[in-house]
């Protein structure tokens, strides 16, 4: 987005609402008698303290801590519109780490009773967000609200069967909602700080670096990849951190570019011109004294 380029989208994310088409994201369910215990000790936060119809935002990780993926995790309501089967839960992840998500997890299931189903092509996403966020009400139906955004702006997300996505669309737009583009969504989530998978997290990073540790119990047990988690969080360093940085140029910088913030290196992961801040805005790597 250049410093001429502001769109309806954008501006709706920004000030009013907005509506994004956030069905190419992979979906999975999981269900069965273990299923809160076996998400629980495989992911990063605490999976069974969710209530119903409430989620939290978790990592995948190795046995080395490093992040194999990022997860929204939502405890499904009993019943609800997909009623497969009770104690069920929806994992909402980015589109290009549906299937790696699903080997992950299906490498640790040994004796657990837990099943998992890829209801990515016959269910939709539609994501709310915007100031005026809340002020949407859509009228009850086969749908049901998650508490997540893409872009860290106020918001919730719509999970429905995929035929009902031009009907909820109609329904949002008919409520003041505009249509916004996956740019006009990238460019408000660099300005929220707002990290994602595949841009500024990979397999490479530890969760610490990311500084998104509302993805991480620190009070639960065991799980993949804890005791590398808990002996950082023991020696309180990582050797870099993921920072939003405000830049006076129009020209947003490639991704590895190296910049010098406040005498220390820093790499750029991703970058924008922000038409609200009147300045590139960018996510980038420091290196810690």
């Given at each position: 987005m ?5 769109t ?9 609402v ?7 994201r ?5 269900h069965g008698?273990d299923?809160?215990r076996?998400l629980h ?30 997860l929204?995790i939502f ?8 009623s497969?089967?009770p ?10 780490l ?7 997890l ?6 657990d009773?837990v099943e998992?189903e890829d ?6 996403t ?7 966020a809340?002020?949407?009400h859509?009228?009850?139906g086969?749908?049901?609200v ?12 719509v999970?429905c ?14 409520a ?7 740019e006009d ?22 969760p ?7 993805a ?6 065991c ?12 020696q309180?360093h990582?050797?870099?951190k993921?920072v939003?940085l405000e830049?006076?140029a129009a020209?947003?910088?490639a ?5 010098a913030v406040?005498?220390?290196?820093a790499?750029v992961t ?6 609200e801040?009147?300045?590139?805005i ?8």
């Amino acid at each position: 987005m250049t410093p001429a380029a502001v769109t309806s989208g954008y501006h709706a994310l920004r000030h009013a609402v907005a509506w994004l088409d956030l069905s190419a994201r992979g979906r999975l369910t999981a269900h069965g008698r273990d299923a809160a215990r076996f998400l629980h000790n495989v992911t990063s936060n605490d999976i069974k303290k969710i209530a119903p119809a409430a989620g939290c935002y978790a990592f995948l990780l190795t046995s080395k801590g490093r992040i194999e993926a990022d997860l929204s995790i939502f405890r499904l309501p009993d019943p609800h519109w997909y009623s497969r089967a009770p104690s069920s839960f929806l994992i909402d992840t980015e589109p290009e780490l549906r299937e790696k998500v699903l080997r992950h997890l299906l490498k640790y299931k040994v004796a657990d009773q837990v099943e998992f189903e890829d209801v990515t092509g016959q269910t939709a996403t539609i994501g709310v967000e915007g100031p005026s966020a809340e002020a949407v009400h859509l009228p009850e139906g086969r749908r049901i609200v998650l508490p997540f955004t893409v872009t860290g702006q106020p918001g919730f997300r719509v999970w429905c069967a995929a035929e009902m996505k031009p009907e909820i669309v109609a329904q949002l737009e008919a409520a003041g909602a505009h249509p916004a583009t996956p740019e006009d969504a990238r460019t408000v989530r660099i300005e929220n700080g707002r990290p994602r998978y595949g841009e500024d997290i990979s397999d490479q990073n530890l969760p610490q670096e990311t500084q998104q540790l509302q993805a991480v119990s620190f009070n639960k047990g065991c799980y993949i990849g804890q005791e590398i988690v808990e002996r950082i969080r023991s020696q309180g360093h990582v050797n870099r951190k993921l920072v939003r940085l405000e830049l006076d140029a129009a020209e947003p910088p490639a991704p590895g570019t190296k910049l010098a913030v406040d005498g220390a290196e820093a790499e750029v992961t991703s970058a924008v011109y922000s038409p609200e801040f009147k300045k590139v805005i960018a996510l980038a790597y420091t290196r810690q004294p």
